[in-house]
């Protein structure tokens, strides 16, 4: 009996690519469900519950410290967790200023796993425009997360990375800062 139970958990068990492929695709039709038909309007309860849907699995603190390279470890532990947290608003609301886009239809070229770490390869569909969406993720205890989102064969992080570091050498790091609670409170 407990060799046959055994047998059913193994063939129910995913593969990593598998596992990535249906957390993406879940949070996706969730998304699509939220939105509802094209023209639709939403309610800020709506907005707020996709917002958290599409970063749910974004890890804010990866590309927070990859956008501020060697200038992170040399922050006091509160000003690090705060960067993070005005990082994290700044994308998440971005990620809000075209929903539509969310309606497209995703096709899975590829994912390749390599212990921890996996590269998404897929393309978005909408109104006869294919775009590249990539995602590099990592598994996080047992979840996977998205360290870095490249559309169009633009990196998020490295674009976050060069404007980050354009500022910290030109005016500093409390600059950088100063600009980021600016920008996250008009969020």
Known sequence: ??????IVTIAEAQTPEQEIKTLLEERDQQVK???????????????????DIINGVIDFESMA?????DTYDTLSTDIQTEFVELFATIVRDQSLNKLDIYRAEVTYNSITVDGNEAM????AELDDIRTPVD?????????????????DEVSTAESYNRQFQRIIKRKGFDSLLSTLRKRASKA
């Open 33 to 51: 469900n939220l939105l509802g038909p094209e023209g639709s309007e939403y309610s800020d309860e709506q907005r707020a519950e996709i917002k």
């Open 1 to 6: 009996m407990l060799w046959a139970l055994a």
């Open 65 to 69: 410290k990859y956008a501020l390279e």
């Open 120 to 123: 998404v390869k897929t393309y």
């Open 135 to 151: 995602y590099t993720m990592v598994k996080e205890g047992n979840e996977w997360v998205i360290t870095d989102l490249i559309l």
